[in-house]
């Protein structure tokens, strides 16, 4: 889709936006004035159930009930492990199919560690902005305003060695 002017065009330049929700996430190109959704999955959630760790018998016309009440498993993070997983390939498949000069990930605070471990090293690399908070279900032009508001509050992105060395030629100064 046709990114309206107001917003980054990403000309000369191919993105990969990167949302993540809980266990589920999305992933867009943005590239020479469109962005478009390549890919996306979801996890299911584990189910619960009440009987966990439940019995009874029976004796003498009787119910005896004998068991542990509902014993929480660990389904929620084998759930996060799973996502973790999945997330893990399809980055590098999107990283395979198109060339990417740069990420921008959206996630919910409680994953930031753990959805930077899954990271490939030449993704990450690429990586410029990093946004906390669950934009999973948000048009992707918000996400665009997001981008286009972190960068004018002023961050600073590392420059490398060699724009180093052209600005202090250009600047008439010696570092």
Known sequence: MKIT?????????TALLVVTGKQDAVFYIAQNGEVNAVESFKVDKPKYTDLHGHFETRAHGKVTRAGSPYEPTDLSDDAVR????????ELKNVS????LDSLYIFYPSHMKNRISEVLPPKLARKQQIAIEGNFYEHHPFKLLERIQKKNSSGVIKPITATAQKIL?????TKK
């Open 5 to 13: 002017e107001k917003l980054p065009q990403f000309e000369n330049e």
């Open 82 to 89: 799973q996502f973790l997983k999945e997330l893990e390939e």
């Open 96 to 99: 395979r199919h198109y060339a």
């Open 168 to 172: 202090s030629k250009i600047k008439g």
